[in-house]
């Protein structure tokens, strides 16, 4: 292990930029996702636009998966993160001087595809792996706290003025470019020789595959997978459930009560930092069940004062969940095939349940079901798979 990498601050300068660049583009990311879907209703866009226009930002990651881990694996993973957020100024700048929203948002997530795999593998260049969980905490505080505000931000100032929402996301991103640039030029992780896609698809199928058959890194991709796919479901639940349960309209109280899960991922995220390490992962895995059980609880409520404190609960347990997981899998990765490669297909993973578990969400409303049995339903069915995941590592290990 480098002895330099020991003995230096897990708050560096390069960590701290990392941290900052992170937290910025994240901050535009889901403000411009609030303000898009602004402009799309005051176009008069129609109602499956909605959803459509965050299935176009999945995608790109889906279809970027077996590129951009060996991206960022064969450059320096700062300089990613550099053009990366350009692509995503780029996005923002087109949205802002009238061109399509969604061939903007494209760009967008094609940068933030790019941006993945690099924010994440650049953490175990920069620390040791005992500190990767406490590294990967900080990643995820700064990663919600920048939802949160985000989120929050965007929604209101589309409100007052479309463009000075957006005008506000293109400014970020051209911050997070400034900030990349105190990010140290490391040393590529693994040097590759040509770009023939072909090949490049092949050497990530070999990823996946060889990520698929260990034991650890296939119960790291699912319990991640379980976790986001929840994460995107819960987000629209929460915009129909609000009217329905509550009888409140508009945007407000379902975006509140995104910020509040988002609040208890941060704490969650903290709690994982200082009680789990990558020896005792596996402690998370109750936290996992629990969201399942939270939501049953959350969906039944009809008081929105309990209703902020399950979510709080909720989201702590989503912060105690996830973090180590990503910690395990990165790290795993790093030794075995490149965290940038890791953590590619990693996203696919987890974008590919966001785009099943929408599409079950999506078949439920269409058929008539009620949102509360919907989201009973969910919570029951969330439960059971990562209890099983749990049951079926148990037996593996033994």
Request: charged share 10%.
């Amino acid at each position: 292990m480098d002895a330099t990498m020991e003995t230096q601050p897990l708050l560096s300068r390069g960590m701290k930029a990392v941290l900052l660049s992170q937290f910025l583009s994240a901050f535009a990311d889901n403000a411009l996702f609030f303000a898009i879907l602004a402009q799309l209703k005051v176009e008069s866009y129609p109602e499956w636009s909605l959803p459509a226009l965050q299935i176009v930002f999945v995608l790109t990651y889906i279809v970027l998966a077996p590129f951009v881990g060996q991206v960022a694996d064969r450059f320096s993973k700062g300089r990613v993160m550099l053009f990366s957020n350009i692509i995503k100024l780029l996005g923002a700048i087109s949205i802002c001087i009238d061109m399509n929203p969604f061939l903007g948002y494209t760009l967008v997530g094609i940068g933030a595809a790019a941006y993945s795999p690099a924010k994440y593998g650049i953490l175990g260049e920069l620390t040791d792996g005992r500190r990767l969980v406490k590294a990967n905490g900080m990643m995820e505080a700064s990663t919600i706290a920048a939802i949160l505000i985000g989120s929050i931000v965007g929604g209101f100032l589309s409100d007052i003025s479309l463009v000075l929402a957006l005008g506000l996301c293109a400014l970020l991103y051209g911050v997070a470019v400034v900030a990349n640039f105190y990010i140290p030029r490391l040393a590529a992780a693994r040097e590759g020789k040509g770009w023939n896609p072909k090949k490049m698809l092949l050497d990530f199928m070999t990823v996946c595959a060889s990520l698929w058959r260990n034991q650890v890194t296939r119960f790291s991709l699912v319990g991640t997978g379980l976790f986001w796919g929840a994460g995107i479901t819960l987000r629209f639940l929460l915009v129909a459930w609000v009217p329905v349960v509550l009888g409140i309209d508009g945007y407000t109280t379902p975006t509140l009560m995104n910020a509040v899960v988002a609040i208890g991922i941060i704490v969650g995220a903290g709690m994982a930092a200082r009680f789990i390490t990558l020896k005792t992962v596996r402690r998370c895995m109750p936290a996992g069940i629990l969201i399942g059980i939270m939501v049953i609880f959350f969906v039944t409520q009809q008081s929105i004062v309990f209703s902020y404190l399950i979510l709080i609960v909720l989201g702590v347990f989503g912060g105690l969940f996830v973090v180590p997981l990503n910690a395990l899998l990165q790290e795993h990765g790093k030794q075995a095939m490149g965290a940038g490669k890791a953590v590619a297909v990693q996203n696919l993973g987890e974008n590919s349940a966001m785009l099943v578990m929408l599409g079950l969400y999506s078949v439920s409303i269409l058929l008539g079901a009620s949102v509360v049995s919907v989201g009973i339903g969910f919570g029951i069915l969330l439960s059971l798979a990562i209890g099983g995941l749990w049951i079926w590592d148990l037996l593996r290990k033994n």
